[in-house]
DNA sequence: CGTAAGACAACTAATTTACTAGGGATTACG
DNA sequence: CGTAATCCCTAGTAAATTAGTTGTCTTACG
């Protein structure tokens, strides 16, 4: 039940991002080094999320990424579902039920419902806006080293 | 984020067992026919629940496995842990969040102790009592057929 | 025009997951 | 006793996923 890094990398450069909202672009090469990673690698990651409309590219010198939709009505739930496709735990408690053969009630189906749930309710309501938010006021009292995690 | 199949079919089998719990031994072949797959690959799987304490074996003829703990003492948590190594989405927040070096605190950490922490309330309280019970009274209702589900 | 950016596709490498094969050890039952 | 039914264990392999690289093309600014 790992998170990937597609997930991990490119929930933190959606968050660099609502760092900069508002401020202009901020190139690829400038969001790879902020994590450390190869751009070549985030670009496919970003990619993604300008597919699904949370980012937008723009070209040519100056250019970069930015957000198109407000950190604070930016859900986790949407940027991860772009990131990895869906965020079920099993197929059948993701969008499609039916996906595992229609009426599927194995035993542990309702374990999977109920962690399913759990975690959406978590995804949906938490925004990238509280993320940024937090880890700035952090980063304020001091106790930050933004290069040491890898999750 | 997907459950893999070691823990999906570890789960399903120890459910079994706590079904015939208290009426002597499940075999391998009988366990392995319930859910469709191998028996070698599910041997595996016990093997690491045994090594656990969860299951017993009993070898030669009439053998087979059986819980050693009490259905409705035996949580999800502890079923989970043993089939996967650990139910941490990443490292930094699982038993030992210093994996992470030490002091770890990226920008998405806040969501990923929130999201872990749910997730652990969900494993921690929910007993294979509970889930076999659930699945027992589903049949009855005859809404059930036991080998359409593959999550 | 030249340079700094992103767009895109195709390929490879590494890792993990899922599964198979086969020989060995133990025990109940006839 | 012997044999068939069981579990025990290791090693290997196949498949899938994840992670990452390379290279060429397009766009735009100055």
Redesign the interface.
Known sequence: ????TR??YG??AV??LAIAYGTGPVSLPVLAASQGISEGYLEQLLRSLKKGNVVDAVRGAQGGYELTVEPSKLT?QRVLTLL?GS???????GKNIYE??S??????????L??QT??N???ER?TIH???D??QQ?KARG????N????
Chains 1, 2 share one sequence.
């Open positions: 039940m790992k998170l990937s997930s991990r929930l933190k968050i660099d986790v990895e965020t079920a735990i099993v197929a059948c408690v595992c053969d009426a599927c009630t194995c035993s542990a189906r309702p374990l999977f109920k962690l759990r975690i309710e978590v995804l938490t509280e993320l940024a937090d880890y952090q106790i930050f080293d933004k040491v995690c890898r999750p």
